[in-house]
Protein backbone atom coordinates (compact mmCIF):
# COMPACT_ATOMS: atom_id res chain seq x y z
CA UNK A 1 0.00 0.00 0.00
CA UNK A 2 1.46 3.21 -1.20
CA UNK A 3 0.58 6.64 0.37
CA UNK A 4 -0.71 10.08 -2.43
CA UNK A 5 -0.65 13.73 -1.81
CA UNK A 6 -3.89 15.11 -1.13
CA UNK A 7 -4.99 18.56 -0.23
CA UNK A 8 -8.15 19.81 2.15
CA UNK A 9 -9.55 23.36 2.11
CA UNK A 10 -10.94 23.69 5.89
CA UNK A 11 -12.79 25.82 7.34
CA UNK A 12 -12.66 26.31 11.24
CA UNK A 13 -14.06 29.19 14.34
CA UNK A 14 -10.81 30.43 15.62
CA UNK A 15 -11.99 31.45 19.19
CA UNK A 16 -11.14 27.81 20.67
CA UNK A 17 -7.43 27.06 18.96
CA UNK A 18 -4.62 28.26 20.15
CA UNK A 19 -3.68 29.08 16.20
CA UNK A 20 -3.04 26.43 13.44
CA UNK A 21 0.48 25.07 14.56
CA UNK A 22 0.39 22.45 16.71
CA UNK A 23 1.93 22.17 20.61
CA UNK A 24 2.40 20.02 23.35
CA UNK A 25 0.03 22.21 25.77
CA UNK A 26 -2.64 24.21 23.73
CA UNK A 27 -5.74 23.03 21.74
CA UNK A 28 -4.36 23.76 18.15
CA UNK A 29 -6.45 23.76 14.87
CA UNK A 30 -2.94 21.45 13.09
CA UNK A 31 -3.27 19.37 16.58
CA UNK A 32 -7.09 18.33 16.25
CA UNK A 33 -6.84 17.36 12.62
CA UNK A 34 -3.77 15.33 13.10
CA UNK A 35 -5.38 13.55 15.47
CA UNK A 36 -8.84 12.92 13.54
CA UNK A 37 -6.26 11.53 10.69
CA UNK A 38 -4.66 9.21 13.12
CA UNK A 39 -7.88 7.83 13.51
CA UNK A 40 -8.95 6.81 10.16
CA UNK A 41 -5.46 5.64 9.34
CA UNK A 42 -3.80 3.93 12.82
CA UNK A 43 -0.57 6.32 12.17
CA UNK A 44 0.45 9.80 12.11
CA UNK A 45 -0.27 12.05 9.42
CA UNK A 46 1.62 15.57 9.11
CA UNK A 47 -0.11 18.46 7.76
CA UNK A 48 0.96 21.26 6.31
CA UNK A 49 -1.05 24.57 6.00
CA UNK A 50 -0.79 27.21 3.20
CA UNK A 51 -0.84 29.61 6.04
CA UNK A 52 -0.20 29.52 10.08
CA UNK A 53 -3.26 31.60 11.69
CA UNK A 54 -2.92 33.44 14.73
CA UNK A 55 -4.76 32.43 18.00
CA UNK A 56 -8.48 33.49 17.95
CA UNK A 57 -8.10 34.09 14.01
CA UNK A 58 -10.61 31.94 11.63
CA UNK A 59 -10.48 30.32 8.09
CA UNK A 60 -12.43 30.22 5.22
CA UNK A 61 -10.51 28.56 2.79
CA UNK A 62 -7.35 27.30 5.00
CA UNK A 63 -5.25 24.81 2.32
CA UNK A 64 -4.17 21.76 3.95
CA UNK A 65 -1.46 19.07 2.15
CA UNK A 66 -1.05 15.58 3.89
CA UNK A 67 -0.06 12.23 2.14
CA UNK A 68 -2.15 8.99 3.41
CA UNK A 69 -2.74 5.47 1.56
CA UNK A 70 -3.91 5.93 -2.02
CA UNK A 71 -7.09 3.55 -1.58
CA UNK A 72 -9.10 6.70 0.03
CA UNK A 73 -11.43 8.10 -2.37
CA UNK A 74 -11.13 11.87 -1.81
CA UNK A 75 -15.35 12.55 -1.43
CA UNK A 76 -15.20 9.24 1.42
CA UNK A 77 -11.91 10.89 3.00
CA UNK A 78 -13.68 14.01 3.38
CA UNK A 79 -16.54 12.48 4.98
CA UNK A 80 -14.95 10.58 7.37
CA UNK A 81 -12.85 13.51 8.23
CA UNK A 82 -15.52 15.26 8.80
CA UNK A 83 -17.22 12.73 11.09
CA UNK A 84 -14.02 12.77 13.21
CA UNK A 85 -13.01 16.37 13.56
CA UNK A 86 -15.23 18.90 16.48
CA UNK A 87 -17.87 21.05 14.95
CA UNK A 88 -15.91 24.21 14.64
CA UNK A 89 -13.72 22.44 12.20
CA UNK A 90 -15.29 21.47 8.56
CA UNK A 91 -13.64 20.03 5.58
CA UNK A 92 -15.17 21.66 2.73
CA UNK A 93 -12.94 19.98 0.04
CA UNK A 94 -10.66 17.45 -0.37
CA UNK A 95 -8.88 16.22 -3.73
CA UNK A 96 -5.75 14.72 -5.11
CA UNK A 97 -2.66 16.91 -5.33
CA UNK A 98 0.44 16.32 -7.09
CA UNK A 99 3.10 14.68 -5.88
CA UNK A 100 5.05 16.10 -2.98
CA UNK A 101 2.90 19.25 -2.68
CA UNK A 102 3.26 21.46 0.07
CA UNK A 103 0.45 23.73 0.85
CA UNK A 104 2.76 26.23 2.13
CA UNK A 105 6.31 25.95 -0.18
CA UNK A 106 4.02 26.01 -3.54
CA UNK A 107 1.86 28.85 -2.77
CA UNK A 108 2.30 31.94 -5.13
CA UNK A 109 -0.32 33.79 -3.27
CA UNK A 110 -2.55 34.06 0.17
CA UNK A 111 -5.34 36.40 0.97
CA UNK A 112 -6.55 37.35 4.08
CA UNK A 113 -9.63 39.47 4.69
CA UNK A 114 -10.80 41.90 8.01
CA UNK A 115 -13.94 42.49 9.07
CA UNK A 116 -14.44 46.14 10.62
CA UNK A 117 -17.69 47.05 12.51
CA UNK A 118 -18.67 50.16 13.08
CA UNK A 119 -21.80 50.77 14.10
CA UNK A 120 -23.20 50.02 17.82
CA UNK A 121 -24.95 47.01 16.73
CA UNK A 122 -21.34 45.41 16.15
CA UNK A 123 -21.20 44.37 19.79
CA UNK A 124 -24.25 42.40 19.58
CA UNK A 125 -23.05 38.76 20.23
CA UNK A 126 -24.08 37.71 17.42
CA UNK A 127 -21.39 39.75 15.53
CA UNK A 128 -18.22 40.72 18.30
CA UNK A 129 -17.29 37.25 17.93
CA UNK A 130 -16.69 38.02 14.13
CA UNK A 131 -15.50 41.27 13.63
CA UNK A 132 -13.46 44.19 15.47
CA UNK A 133 -16.67 46.03 17.47
CA UNK A 134 -15.26 49.40 17.08
CA UNK A 135 -18.11 51.00 17.54
CA UNK A 136 -17.24 54.45 15.87
CA UNK A 137 -16.89 56.22 12.50
CA UNK A 138 -13.81 55.62 10.09
CA UNK A 139 -12.92 57.78 7.33
CA UNK A 140 -13.40 55.66 4.24
CA UNK A 141 -11.53 57.76 2.03
CA UNK A 142 -8.64 57.45 4.45
CA UNK A 143 -8.63 53.97 4.97
CA UNK A 144 -8.49 53.66 1.33
CA UNK A 145 -5.71 56.31 0.61
CA UNK A 146 -3.99 53.89 3.55
CA UNK A 147 -4.37 50.75 1.97
CA UNK A 148 -3.49 52.24 -1.64
CA UNK A 149 0.28 52.89 0.01
CA UNK A 150 0.42 48.73 1.28
CA UNK A 151 0.37 48.22 -2.84
CA UNK A 152 3.73 47.05 -4.10
CA UNK A 153 6.54 45.09 -2.41
CA UNK A 154 7.66 46.60 1.16
CA UNK A 155 9.37 45.72 4.02
CA UNK A 156 6.94 45.21 6.39
CA UNK A 157 9.29 44.86 9.58
CA UNK A 158 7.16 47.56 11.11
CA UNK A 159 4.15 45.56 10.54
CA UNK A 160 5.41 42.36 11.76
CA UNK A 161 5.55 41.00 15.81
CA UNK A 162 8.52 41.06 17.39
CA UNK A 163 10.69 37.94 18.30
CA UNK A 164 10.24 36.52 14.82
CA UNK A 165 13.43 36.87 12.94
CA UNK A 166 13.73 36.21 9.81
CA UNK A 167 16.31 36.13 6.44
CA UNK A 168 14.28 39.02 5.43
CA UNK A 169 10.91 40.98 5.65
CA UNK A 170 9.97 42.07 2.46
CA UNK A 171 6.60 41.05 0.98
CA UNK A 172 4.76 41.80 -2.60
CA UNK A 173 1.21 43.11 -2.33
CA UNK A 174 -1.07 42.39 -5.12
CA UNK A 175 -4.74 43.57 -3.84
CA UNK A 176 -5.23 45.81 -0.72
CA UNK A 177 -8.87 47.52 -0.12
CA UNK A 178 -11.35 48.73 2.02
CA UNK A 179 -15.12 48.18 1.06
CA UNK A 180 -17.77 49.30 2.49
CA UNK A 181 -20.35 47.08 4.29
CA UNK A 182 -24.31 47.86 3.80
CA UNK A 183 -26.19 49.66 6.18
CA UNK A 184 -23.41 51.77 7.43
CA UNK A 185 -22.22 48.79 9.34
CA UNK A 186 -18.13 49.15 8.71
CA UNK A 187 -15.91 47.84 6.52
CA UNK A 188 -14.21 44.90 5.13
CA UNK A 189 -10.59 44.78 4.16
CA UNK A 190 -9.38 42.57 1.94
CA UNK A 191 -5.54 41.70 0.74
CA UNK A 192 -3.85 39.29 -0.98
CA UNK A 193 0.12 39.18 -0.98
CA UNK A 194 3.05 36.30 -2.00
CA UNK A 195 3.97 35.53 1.86
CA UNK A 196 2.90 37.37 5.23
CA UNK A 197 4.92 37.72 8.54
CA UNK A 198 3.31 37.38 12.05
CA UNK A 199 0.83 39.46 12.78
CA UNK A 200 1.18 41.57 9.42
CA UNK A 201 -2.04 42.06 8.58
CA UNK A 202 -3.56 42.77 11.85
CA UNK A 203 -0.76 45.59 12.46
CA UNK A 204 -1.67 46.84 9.16
CA UNK A 205 -5.46 47.31 10.14
CA UNK A 206 -4.74 48.91 13.56
CA UNK A 207 -2.50 51.48 11.66
CA UNK A 208 -5.05 52.18 8.70
CA UNK A 209 -8.05 52.48 11.06
CA UNK A 210 -6.33 54.74 13.76
CA UNK A 211 -5.24 56.67 10.31
CA UNK A 212 -9.25 56.80 9.28
CA UNK A 213 -9.90 57.87 12.98
CA UNK A 214 -7.75 60.51 12.51
CA UNK A 215 -6.15 59.71 15.07
CA UNK A 216 -2.73 59.61 13.11
CA UNK A 217 -1.59 61.01 10.12
CA UNK A 218 -1.68 59.06 6.95
CA UNK A 219 1.88 59.99 6.00
CA UNK A 220 2.45 57.76 9.18
CA UNK A 221 1.99 54.97 6.79
CA UNK A 222 4.92 55.63 4.72
CA UNK A 223 6.68 56.66 7.65
CA UNK A 224 6.60 52.89 9.19
CA UNK A 225 7.26 51.14 6.24
CA UNK A 226 10.64 52.78 5.85
CA UNK A 227 11.27 51.89 9.76
CA UNK A 228 13.33 49.27 11.21
CA UNK A 229 11.46 48.00 13.81
CA UNK A 230 7.55 48.24 15.00
CA UNK A 231 8.39 50.77 17.71
CA UNK A 232 6.22 53.39 16.47
CA UNK A 233 3.18 50.73 15.02
CA UNK A 234 -0.50 50.76 16.32
CA UNK A 235 -1.80 48.34 18.16
CA UNK A 236 -2.48 45.40 15.89
CA UNK A 237 -6.05 44.68 15.50
CA UNK A 238 -7.70 41.96 17.59
CA UNK A 239 -7.77 38.21 15.86
CA UNK A 240 -11.18 37.64 15.72
CA UNK A 241 -11.76 40.22 12.49
CA UNK A 242 -9.32 38.54 10.74
CA UNK A 243 -10.24 35.23 8.28
CA UNK A 244 -8.08 33.55 6.04
CA UNK A 245 -10.07 33.40 2.73
CA UNK A 246 -7.13 30.39 0.96
CA UNK A 247 -3.87 30.61 -1.08
CA UNK A 248 -3.52 30.62 -4.42
CA UNK A 249 -1.20 27.64 -6.52
CA UNK A 250 0.08 27.56 -9.77
CA UNK A 251 -0.16 24.15 -10.71
CA UNK A 252 -3.03 23.21 -13.23
CA UNK A 253 -4.13 20.15 -11.32
CA UNK A 254 -4.80 22.76 -8.39
CA UNK A 255 -7.26 24.97 -10.13
CA UNK A 256 -10.37 23.96 -8.44
CA UNK A 257 -7.98 25.40 -4.84
CA UNK A 258 -7.94 28.89 -6.82
CA UNK A 259 -11.48 28.80 -7.89
CA UNK A 260 -12.71 28.30 -4.36
CA UNK A 261 -10.27 31.55 -3.22
CA UNK A 262 -11.41 33.73 -6.20
CA UNK A 263 -15.03 32.80 -5.58
CA UNK A 264 -14.88 34.04 -2.01
Known sequence: MSDRSFYAI???????????????????????????????????VVTNAAGRTDAGVHALGQVVSFEVPDTW??????????????????????GVAPPG?????????????????????????????????LGEAADPELLAAAAQLFLGEHDFRSFSAVGQEKTHYRCGVTICSWQERPRQEGFI???EADRFLHRMVRFMVGAMVDVGRKRRPLTDISTLLAATCNAEASAPAPPQGLYMLGALYPHS????????????
Open 101 to 133: FHARKHASARRYRFVLGCDTGARSPFRSPYEWA
Open 189 to 191: FKI
Open 10 to 44: IQYVGHGFAGWQRQPKNRTVQGVLEEGFGRLVNRR
Open 253 to 264: ELCRVNDFVLDL
Open 73 to 94: HPRDLQRALNSVTPSDIWVAEV
